[in-house]
């Protein structure tokens, strides 16, 4: 599946991407107790450069501290996961989208369209998104296991075509 268009900016793209991943939970006080974030850091390392990685509270100061602390690194992609649900304790989706020159709204739709078919209207109570800052993507994600394996499949392949067209 794919325009031609499409392959042709995936063979243009470079594979030397660098990601920054950040872990928001109240609970979670370690990168041992933090399966799902273990799940991004492996599935980036297995194609691309994970440069940094931040397990941190559901504070909105220090999640845009995260962000332009990696943003400075010149990372290309910052995935956070935790933060995105209807619980008074989640600012992920509020803070990051306050940072955003442009949001991607085809992640969101295209994760809730997908964690439909998988756990029906349940989907309803995910705010993922994404957009860029200064440059770089950001993806914002549930903490579940399950969710982040259904954003990771949207998203990992795609990261060299997403950097590409950022970067110009």
Same mark, same amino acid.
């Given at each position: 599946?794919? *325009? ?9 793209? !470079?594979?030397?991407?660098?990601? $920054? &991943? @950040? ?6 006080? #370690?990168?041992?107790?933090?399966? *799902? ?8 390392? !297995?194609?691309?450069?994970?440069? *940094?990685?931040?397990l941190i509270p559901d504070e909105k100061e220090d999640l845009i501290n995260a962000i332009d602390s990696m943003v400075n690194e010149d990372i290309d992609v910052?995935?956070?996961?935790? $933060?995105?649900? &209807? ?12 940072? %955003?020159?442009?949001? @991607?709204? $085809? ?8 964690? %439909? ?7 309803? &109570? #995910?705010? =993922?998104? =994404? ?7 950001? %993806?914002?994600?549930?903490? #579940?296991?399950? =969710? ?12 060299? +075509?997403?950097? +590409? +067209?950022?970067?110009?």
């Amino acid at each position: 599946m794919g *325009s031609e268009t499409s392959k042709l900016h995936q063979k243009e793209s !470079s594979k030397d991407i660098t990601c $920054g &991943l @950040i872990t928001l939970s109240d609970s979670r006080k #370690s990168e041992k107790l933090d399966l *799902s974030g273990k799940y991004i850091a492996e599935e980036i390392e !297995s194609r691309y450069t994970l440069k *940094s990685r931040k397990l941190i509270p559901d504070e909105k100061e220090d999640l845009i501290n995260a962000i332009d602390s990696m943003v400075n690194e010149d990372i290309d992609v910052i995935m956070t996961n935790g $933060g995105t649900g &209807l619980d008074t304790r989640d600012i992920t989706v509020e803070t990051v989208e306050s940072l %955003f020159e442009k949001k @991607i709204d $085809g992640f969101g739709e295209l994760f809730r369209a997908k964690s %439909f078919e998988e756990i029906g209207s349940a989907a309803l &109570l #995910s705010r =993922a998104t =994404a957009g860029i800052y200064k440059k770089t993507i950001i %993806f914002s994600m549930p903490g #579940s296991p399950n =969710a982040v394996k259904t954003a990771m499949s949207l998203i990992i392949d795609e990261l060299p +075509h997403f950097v +590409h +067209h950022v970067k110009k």
